[in-house]
């Protein structure tokens, strides 16, 4: 059974810090594409980062440079570092999985699975 469970979101202080972490069941997230994407109230499901099956990473030009996504491939895991949040990073955050080949990594129909999102709030 496929399944993916998000975890770490939180309430900060523009320019803290958070580690959204998401737990994967029923496959190899190593051998396929993993992406983090977010959304907000009223705003529509954007991507925020992706890697893919060849470690490639890939982010959305907001925020480049103070994200990071990798992977613990023992632990079966995706993380997404967050640094130097800002108030427009609030948003519900999904970590998705794509077990086919990635095209777009920002096309949220090319992902296969989804988890149940985790919430992120950044106070000014």
């Known amino acids: 059974q496929v399944q993916l469970v998000e975890s770490g979101g939180d309430s900060v202080q523009s320019g803290g810090s958070l580690t959204l972490s998401c737990a994967a069941s029923?496959?190899?997230?190593?051998?396929?594409?993993m992406g983090w994407f977010r959304q907000a109230p009223g705003k529509e499901r954007e991507a925020v980062a992706a890697?893919?099956?060849?470690?490639?990473?890939n982010y959305a030009d907001s925020v480049k440079g103070r994200f990071t996504i990798s992977q613990d491939n023992p632990k079966n895991a995706l993380y997404l570092q967050m640094n130097s949040l800002k108030p427009e990073d609030t948003a519900i955050y999904y970590c998705?999985?794509?077990?086919?080949?990635?095209?777009?990594?920002?096309?949220?129909?090319?992902?296969?699975?989804w988890g149940q999102g985790t919430q992120v709030t950044v106070s000014s």
């Open positions: 998705a999985a794509d077990l086919a080949e990635l095209s777009s990594w920002w096309d949220g129909a090319e992902y296969n699975y």
């Open positions: 029923g496959f190899s997230i190593s051998t396929y594409a």
């Open positions: 890697i893919d099956d060849d470690g490639e990473t």
